[in-house]
């Protein structure tokens, strides 16, 4: 009996300790499954200055706020639009050809006035008989080249001028006053609007017109030519391999025929057929005869005659490489019809481009045209811009050598 409570007492105890390796054993692998697992934590609280909506300040009770939070304002979400960039202004029109027509004009007379006003130069009234010389020897004529000097005297009496470089603007200003009527351009508004070309002999007045011809045709105008130039056989040929090749008509008389009748001819045909345009050739007159110029004023009465009004344009074409000669002639043909216009010729084998400046201010008639080559498309409207800017176009950057060989 003792025996077998002993055994009891021994498996009972046995029973125990297997309980307890396995309670021992799991509470070894919750242990480890504890550390493998990382610990959960807590997101920390928003700074005070991101609560939004979503957010709110949460009052000592735990409740919100009663006072609501500033919404997001639509310029907080949206990028500030970067710095305008300032475009420069474009270049003006042609620039390129005024500049390679006027290259011989700006070796004659703009580097020789860089000369004058060289940097660092003071200004006093010796410089005024410089820049006199420079310019009447450039023709730009008597009465503009007083007008300039009067202007920086004026403003160096005034202390307006105080460098060298201010003078020289003020040349430039000055220039700009002279042209701001040119290049308005011929209205054509009227049907049919009729342009008389004068001028005289050799000084590229037909082939003016073919090219006039020519740029209006582009426009979509219809057009009449009217041979009016009877007294040479030449011209008459002349404007009819224009007509042919712009592809308009062309209007002529019997050789020798009154140049009046064929003008009044061609308009009468314009008004019946509803063209657009007349351009109207004339005799080539020589300035010095009274007699041919008297006849050009009569064909300006035929022209009212016919037309009912005095001629729309009267343009006056002029040789660049005539210099003061074409000053001379502007006058005379202004005593004879009313110049609208003048159309300066071979503007690119002179060194005489000054001369634009001089016919403008002495007879107050625009420039419309200038010629810089013989191509159709190298009859340009006149831009006084582009022509100064091409004229007056870095003067500094001329070396002394250049300099001393343009003034020789």
Do not use: Y
């Not at 130069?121 to 009447?136: A, G, M, P, Q």
């Not at 070309?197 to 979509?220: C, E, H, P, Y």
């Not at 592809?247 to 025929?257: F, H, N, S, V």
């Not at 001819?265 to 008004?271: L, S």
Request: net charge negative; charged share 25%; proline share 6%.
């Amino acid at each position: 009996m003792e025996s077998l409570d002993l055994n009891s007492s021994t498996a009972l105890a046995a029973i125990a300790a297997v309980a307890a390796l396995i309670v021992l054993g799991l509470l070894i692998g919750l242990v480890r499954g504890r550390k493998k697992q990382p610990l959960r934590q807590e997101p920390p609280p928003p700074p005070p200055e991101a609560l939004t909506e979503e957010h709110p300040k949460v009052a000592i009770g735990g409740a919100a706020e009663a006072e609501p939070t500033q919404p997001l304002q639509l310029e907080d979400l949206v990028p500030p639009a970067p710095e305008a960039r300032v475009t420069p202004p474009p270049a003006p029109a042609d620039l390129g050809a005024f500049r390679s027509g006027l290259e011989s004009t700006r070796g004659n007379l703009i580097s020789r006035l860089a000369n004058v006003f060289r940097r660092g130069r003071e200004l006093d009234t010796s410089i005024l008989d410089e820049v006199e010389e420079v310019l009447i020897t450039a023709d730009v004529g008597v009465h503009t080249t007083g007008r300039v000097l009067e202007a920086l005297r004026t403003q160096m009496e005034s202390g307006q001028l105080s460098s060298a470089d201010d003078a020289w603007e003020a040349i430039r200003e000055e220039a700009r006053s002279i042209l701001a009527s040119s290049g308005q351009g011929l209205a054509t508004d009227q049907q049919p609007t009729v342009i008389l070309v004068v001028g005289v002999n050799g000084v590229g007045k037909t082939t003016t017109i073919g090219k006039l011809a020519s740029r209006f045709d582009r426009q979509g105008k219809t057009l009449l030519l009217a041979a009016g130039d009877t007294f040479r056989a030449a011209a008459v040929t002349q404007l009819e391999v224009w007509g042919r090749r712009v592809g308009c008509e062309i209007l002529k008389g019997k050789d020798r025929a009154d140049p009046g009748s064929v003008v009044f001819d061609a308009i009468q045909k314009a008004k019946d057929s509803g063209t657009d345009i007349v351009i109207a050739d004339t005799a080539g007159r020589l300035h010095t005869k009274v007699p041919l110029m008297d006849e050009l004023k009569k064909l300006g009465r035929t022209v009212e005659k016919a037309l009912g009004r005095p001629a729309d344009h009267v343009l006056l074409v002029l040789d660049a490489t005539t210099g003061q000669n074409a000053i001379q002639q502007a006058q005379l043909f202004k005593d004879a019809l009313p110049l609208s216009g003048i159309v300066l010729t071979k503007l690119d084998g002179t060194a005489k481009g000054g001369v634009i400046l001089g016919i403008v201010d002495e007879h107050q008639v625009p420039i419309e045209f200038i010629g810089v080559g013989e191509r159709v498309e190298d009859l340009k409207p006149f831009g006084a811009e582009a022509f100064l800017q091409a004229l007056f176009e870095s003067p500094e950057a001329l070396e002394p050598a250049e300099e001393a060989v343009s003034a020789s």
